[in-house]
């Protein structure tokens, strides 16, 4: 979650930087991603069981099972 607030704040700030009517089109580009994001974003989390959805997963050491195996290639 801290990444999803940094990522709000600097966006409010680069849009902030850039007030001149000739941001016109990419305001409303920005304002319609980030509401597709919102949607996506709720969407998962009535879906998926809150924000415990968005905790990566449990990750394996793909270096440690090659070597496990491999061990028992060179030992038979």
Do not use: C, H, N
Not at 16 to 39: C, E, H, N, Q, T
């Amino acid at each position: 979650m801290p990444v999803l607030v940094l990522a709000i704040l600097w966006l409010a700030f680069e849009l902030a930087i850039f007030r001149d009517a000739s941001f016109a089109k990419p305001w409303w580009y920005v304002a319609i991603m980030f509401a597709l994001g919102a949607i996506y974003l709720a969407f998962l989390l009535i879906t998926r069981g809150g924000s415990s959805a968005l905790k990566m997963p449990d990750m394996i050491s793909i270096d440690a099972v090659l070597d496990s195996d491999r061990g028992e290639q060179f030992q038979s």
